[in-house]
């Protein structure tokens, strides 16, 4: 069996620096913090909703694009856990034996990169190729969902930032195709059950 990789010495000193601050801080900002970091994903997934529900008033191409961001996001979270099973970083609770926030994952959950992260980042920049409102919004809850994961101890600092870039450069390698050809798979769906996904009565 291949050991676990220890991270600790990229920034085990800043992630450390975080959890004390996390310990002290008011029991009111860490409840708040660790909720998001727990049930924040659902966010986005509201965001991806809002975001087709717009573009079925735009265009059908529009509606495809939208209609694409939950797919290419899975597709992000694939990329993010092949990366996990390949680096088999353990997690810095583990390995630094800190008090966190978080219950510390049993062994073999790695810890590079964040899926959280990856996921957030996925769904914030897929959803700016849809609406840059929503993005700019889905941009900002990315980038608290990437804090909160050092904040309640799940990460270090250099696996979320390795999660973020994992997510938004699987999206941007990948929607582009899609908006490519979204007219051509607009027209293809019009003439199956479908159509009422692309665009509104």
């Not at 409840?31 to 975001?51: C, E, H, I, P, R």
Request: proline share 5%; charged share 15%.
């Amino acid at each position: 069996m291949i050991p676990a990789l220890d991270g600790s010495s990229v920034d085990g000193p800043a992630y450390t620096d975080v959890v004390d601050l996390a310990r002290h801080a008011p029991t009111w900002l860490d409840d708040t913090v660790s909720a998001w970091s727990t049930y924040g994903l659902a966010l986005f997934a509201v965001l991806m909703a809002v975001a087709w529900w717009r573009a079925r008033r735009a265009s059908g191409a529009a509606s495809v694009t939208a209609l694409a961001v939950p797919f290419v996001v899975v597709v992000a979270y694939g990329a993010d856990a092949a990366l996990k099973l390949l680096v088999r970083e353990d997690r810095p609770c583990r390995s630094l034996r800190v008090v966190t926030l978080e219950a510390c994952p049993a062994p073999g959950d790695w810890s590079f990169p964040s899926n959280h992260a990856a996921v957030a980042a996925a769904a914030a920049v897929a959803l700016l190729f849809v609406s840059r409102r929503l993005g700019r919004v889905a941009l900002i809850a990315a980038g608290a969902m990437a804090a909160s994961r050092v904040w309640v101890g799940a990460h270090y600092p250099h696996d979320v930032l390795a999660g973020v870039l994992t997510g938004a450069l699987t999206v941007l390698l990948v929607m582009p195709v899609v908006r490519r050809h979204a007219g051509a798979l607009a027209d293809r769906l019009a003439a199956t059950r479908l159509h009422r996904l692309l665009a509104a009565s």
